[in-house]
């Protein structure tokens, strides 16, 4: 599977992106997605995860009630919506696809893209 992600860019603290990633290769509907962020001299952390079916979101306690998943399977496209940023956020956003049922760890994930920087001024 290749995942290619995009959306990235600078913005103002308050404003808003949205990323969008696009697995080819594989059934994108069978894979779990997710998003990680990665700051300069930081290990890559958890984001947020959906299910297969689109029915179950997942989100870190950080961005949680400001950033929302989604996925359009017939678009084969998965997103990932971020709201209210702050400079915090700034990072290298990476989306990811796992074929198991588990979804917090980079180790879960069998698939990876390159990876979108989001910057965040305040």
């Known amino acids: 599977v290749q995942l290619q992600a995009s959306g990235g860019g600078l913005v103002q603290a308050g404003g808003s992106l949205r990323l969008s990633c696009a697995p080819s290769g594989r059934t994108f509907t069978s894979l779990i997605m997710g998003w990680f962020s990665q700051a300069p001299g930081k290990e890559r952390e958890f984001v947020a995860a959906?299910?297969?079916?689109?029915?179950?979101?997942y989100y870190a306690a950080s961005v949680k009630g400001r950033f929302a998943i989604s996925r359009d399977n017939a678009k084969n496209t998965v997103y990932l919506q971020m709201n209210s940023l702050k400079p915090e956020d700034t990072a290298v956003y990476y989306c990811?696809?796992?074929?198991?049922?588990?979804?917090?760890?980079?180790?879960?994930?069998?698939?990876w893209g390159q990876g979108t920087q989001v910057t965040v001024s305040s």
């Open positions: 959906i299910s297969w079916g689109g029915g179950n979101q």
């Open positions: 990811a696809a796992a074929s198991r049922s588990e979804y917090r760890y980079s180790s879960d994930y069998d698939f």
